[in-house]
């Protein structure tokens, strides 16, 4: 069990704990991030510091969550880092990023996300696009890979189309298992995530929108005229200009919003 053991910390299998311990990986990773004094700057799942450290060398302050009381206690305490660390002790799924929003000053969001809760987490950071500069996760590597697909591609799915449509998303870097501790059974990558304009997304009700999604990939074999069969027919894809005929990852993006709005305007 030593090799669960990292800087006297023991790796907590609920909380999904795998530590960076690569110089090189956290380099470009801090590059990517470029962190500057006056930043607005939010980690989330700080760990042993990893990536915070090498941060707060380059800034004035970071505001940190973390869901681990004994790794919160450890940051509220370090020798280096202390006076410039605010730390929030909670789960980043409940937690209100607006209150964070000081002026002007947009969020740069970053951090190791644990894999076991990646997708729901992005969901509740999409709700704050409008308050974000950019974010940097560490991710499972087909978490990224679904992020930045393509329509037409195996990888095109719900997240896919709703990280697309609040973001630009760029893979940044990939991160073999032997870059942690303990080491995980899956490769990783970094994504950046840099917020569209609100006249961008056009769609008036992304709550729909994901709904068309959940119905459109839930069954991926289907055609279009199955899988969204409750929602609308054959006839009503034809008028959007859209075949009936073709799986949900033969369609782009716009076409998703399409969908919703048509759904918006009419199934009210």
Avoid at 100 to 117: A, E, Q, R, S, T
Avoid at 124 to 135: A, Q, T
Avoid at 218 to 236: G, P, V, W
């Amino acid at each position: 069990m030593t090799d669960k053991v990292h800087l006297g910390h023991r790796a907590r299998k609920r909380f999904g704990q795998n530590f960076l311990n690569d110089d090189t990986i956290i380099d470009k990773i801090v590059t990517a991030i470029d962190p500057r004094v006056g930043d607005n700057l939010v980690e989330i799942g700080p760990g042993l510091g990893a990536i915070t450290e090498p941060v707060t060398e380059l800034t004035d302050h970071l505001t940190v969550v973390e869901l681990d009381k004994d790794l919160a206690e450890r940051l509220i305490h370090h020798p280096f880092m202390a006076p410039k660390l605010t730390v929030h002790q909670g789960d980043a799924m409940k937690f209100d990023f607006s209150s964070l929003l000081k002026g002007d000053k947009k969020l740069k969001i970053f951090g190791n996300l644990p894999y076991n809760v990646s997708t729901p987490l992005l969901f509740h950071l999409f709700d704050y696009v409008d308050d974000v500069e950019h974010m940097h996760f560490m991710l499972q590597k087909e978490v990224v890979n679904r992020m930045v697909a393509s329509p037409g591609s195996k990888a095109f799915g719900r997240l896919s189309v709703m990280t697309q449509y609040y973001c630009h998303a760029i893979p940044v870097i990939e991160v073999p298992p032997t870059c942690f501790k303990p080491a995980p059974k899956v490769d990783s990558a970094v994504v950046r995530l840099v917020p569209k304009n609100p006249e961008q997304r056009t769609a008036k009700s992304t709550k729909l929108l994901n709904t068309v999604c959940l119905e459109a990939f839930n069954q991926r074999r289907k055609t279009l005229r199955n899988s969204l069969a409750n929602l609308l027919d054959a006839e009503q894809l034809e008028s959007l200009g859209i075949d009936p005929t073709v799986r949900a990852e033969s369609l782009t993006l716009q076409q998703f919003i399409d969908i919703a709005n048509w759904l918006y305007d009419n199934k009210q």
